[in-house]
């Protein structure tokens, strides 16, 4: 099935970090949310990381505003075959423009990727990227090759990134 984002990026002038994903999985198009998935560990991370609670979208909204995080995806619209979000389901990805996307937050200086997907993408659909770009293990339910501790010692480097 052919799909296109169903959200906008979460980012304003003060974001210096972005964290992208390859695409929102099923649960967050029935959320509307980056990471909406139950199991994900993106949040539970996030609030390990920065000693935070997120009781709402809201709030996660609110804290990434905060802390300098912006959110986004590198696909735009593609093709969503079977019925399961993993990663290996996508194809006839079209990509966002990040780079536009970056010359409207010049403030963004690192790019994480959260996995292999949306940072092979990335580099493929934007070689010449001026931006520090990084890989960081996905935190989607279905990559539990990684502890959750070694998840939260990966993404540490967000929190040093922002300083």
């Not at 010049?106 to 997907?117: A, E, L």
Request: with cysteine.
């Amino acid at each position: 099935m052919r799909q296109t984002h169903p959200f906008d990026p979460i980012v304003n002038g003060a974001s210096r970090v972005l964290i992208l994903g390859s695409f929102p999985s099923i649960k967050s198009f029935e959320n509307a949310f980056y990471y909406a998935h139950p199991r994900n560990q993106f949040w539970p991370i996030m609030a390990a990381l920065f000693g935070a609670e997120f009781p709402s979208n809201a709030a996660r909204r609110a804290f990434a505003l905060e802390a300098g995080i912006a959110l986004w995806d590198v696909y735009g619209a593609l093709r969503r075959s079977q019925g399961n979000s993993s990663d290996a389901n996508l194809s006839e990805l079209e990509p966002n423009d990040i780079p536009a996307f970056l010359k409207r937050h010049p403030k963004i200086t690192t790019i994480f990727c959260t996995g292999r997907k949306a940072y092979d993408g990335l580099k493929k659909a934007f070689p010449g990227l001026e931006a520090d770009v990084r890989l960081l293990p996905s935190t989607s339910p279905a990559y539990a090759a990684m502890t959750f501790e070694a998840k939260l010692e990966a993404y540490r480097a967000v929190k040093d990134a922002l300083g």
